[in-house]
């Protein structure tokens, strides 16, 4: 679902610090559930922003704008959606 990567958006707008690094001195970690990125099912990998979905197009239309305006093209959104999901530690 796109509002789940808007979350993910919103969460790297907040925590980077410019220079792609993540800065994590608010409080606030981004954790995984085992398989999120690698394994049987994993989206991680294979996350395009451009390929979820919203039951609304108008929401669709919206959110991916958003995401355009601040990486400049969802391709370079999902180079940046998909490091950050490949640092984040795995809860077990």
Not at 4 to 13: G, R, T, W
Request: glycine fraction near 8%; include cysteine; proline fraction near 3%.
């Amino acid at each position: 679902r796109l509002w789940c990567v808007v979350e993910l958006f919103c969460f790297d707008q907040m925590h980077n610090d410019g220079t792609g690094r993540d800065r994590s001195d608010h409080g606030v970690d981004l954790f995984l559930l085992p398989g999120a990125v690698s394994g049987p099912g994993a989206f991680g990998a294979q996350l395009d922003a451009a390929h979820c979905r919203c039951q609304q197009q108008q929401d669709y239309d919206k959110l991916l704008a958003c995401i355009e305006a601040a990486h400049g093209s969802v391709a370079r959104f999902n180079e940046r959606a998909r490091a950050l999901l490949a640092a984040a530690p795995t809860v077990h």
